[in-house]
């Protein structure tokens, strides 16, 4: 069964410096899917930045970078730039690839403190 | 603006009584998922359906139930609720249409249990 680990319970960052968020995830599959989501308090979750496990070029969303490594079955996600509207708890997520696998399996979260 | 609407967004209710969420969406996704997420934990899958097929999980207990009359709407039943049951609900849908697709929530429902 696959798993999603995020270590990071807590994480700080002053505002405009960068930071990054760890995952790293278990599978036997060949080809899947990483996502990043953002829960701000009280508010919607929302996809952040997402990765195809065979797209070698890492994805890039503005100031939302990820470093996929997936040899080491690691997706870490940074941050430039961080500004106060950055805070919020951060989800990694797996999905394998479809024929049958309709099934998201998120991590237990990090989350992020912006200091002004 | 197509999306994910939860109602309501708060709910009370008293312990052992019944208590329905809706979900609907009009982005016409053919998966819709239904997860239970406690204070500063991830989302727990409760279950889902691709279409009108029901998936629940192994682990989900038997006071939760769904039904999805049609593709917009999902309901979550829980019949007898109880002081472990008060969570944030979150319902999100997906395309299976599109490999990438990555989940759409909506705003979610907090469940308090009295």
């Known amino acids: 069964a696959q798993t999603v680990t995020q270590s990071q319970p807590e994480m700080s960052v002053q505002e405009a410096e960068t930071v990054t968020l760890s995952c790293t995830y278990d599978?036997?599959?060949?080809?899947?899917?990483l996502f990043w989501y953002k829960q701000p308090p009280s508010r919607q979750m929302i996809l952040v930045i997402r990765q195809e496990a065979y797209k070698q070029q890492n994805a890039t969303e503005n100031r939302f970078s990820v470093n996929f490594q997936k040899a080491a079955k690691s997706f870490s996600l940074k941050i430039s730039d961080s500004q106060l509207g950055d805070a919020a708890m951060y989800f990694c997520?797996?999905?394998?690839?479809?024929?049958?696998?309709?099934?998201?399996?998120f991590g237990t979260g990090t989350r992020l403190k912006v200091l002004a | 603006d197509a999306m994910v609407i939860q109602n309501p967004r708060y709910q009370v209710t008293q312990f052992g009584k019944p208590v329905t969420l809706s979900c609907s969406q009009t982005?016409?996704?053919?998966?819709m998922y239904w997860y239970q997420q406690k204070s500063s934990q991830a989302p727990k899958l409760l279950f889902h359906?691709?279409?009108?097929?029901?998936?629940n999980e192994a682990d989900t207990p038997d006071n939760f139930q769904s039904r999805r009359p049609n593709t917009s709407f999902c309901f979550l039943d829980i019949r007898s609720p109880g002081l472990g049951d008060a969570a944030m609900y979150l319902c999100?849908?997906?395309?299976?249409?599109?490999?990438?697709?990555?989940?759409?929530f909506g705003n979610g429902t907090r469940l308090t249990v009295t």
């Open positions: 982005l016409n996704h053919n998966v």
């Open positions: 359906y691709y279409d009108k097929d029901f998936n």
């Open positions: 997520a797996y999905r394998g690839t479809p024929s049958g696998t309709y099934k998201y399996i």
């Open positions: 599978t036997s599959e060949s080809d899947y899917y």
């Open positions: 999100a849908t997906s395309s299976l249409d599109r490999e990438d697709s990555p989940l759409h």
